[in-house]
């Protein structure tokens, strides 16, 4: 299991700055699977994703434009999907991931 905690701003202007990328640093790493960058700020893992929000605020950006805010105690389920995640408040959001290894389907 990994948790990460993502700085107010994280994400919200789609540039990174030092903050963020040791946010992203710490969420990859020991994770299984490889990491894929597609947009600034967007990704995907070659991962099943059990993610929960420990504390704070976080919306969750889909590679379709849509975003879910998700607060303490949510928990998202994801499957290699591209996204990003957005801290647009003002306090610290720590989530925690539970992250599988997994291969992508080429036909899908």
């Known amino acids: 299991m990994n948790v990460a ?4 701003g994280m994400g919200v202007d789609q540039q990174e700055d030092g903050r963020t990328t ?3 640093e710490r969420l990859v790493t020991g994770e299984p699977g490889e990491m894929m960058d597609v947009d600034p700020g967007m990704h995907a893992t070659d ?4 993610c929960f929000v420990i504390s704070g605020e976080v919306c969750l950006a889909l590679d379709g434009g849509d975003e879910e805010v998700l607060r303490p105690g949510d928990v998202v389920v ?3 999907t ?3 995640w957005r801290n647009r408040s003002a306090e610290p959001c720590v ?3 539970a992250v599988f290894g997994a291969e992508r389907d080429a036909g899908a």
């Open 78 to 80: 994801q499957m290699g």
């Open 82 to 84: 591209v996204h990003a």
């Open 5 to 8: 905690e993502f700085p107010p």
């Open 95 to 97: 989530v925690g991931f």
């Open 47 to 50: 991962t099943a994703d059990i």
């Open 22 to 24: 040791a946010a992203r």
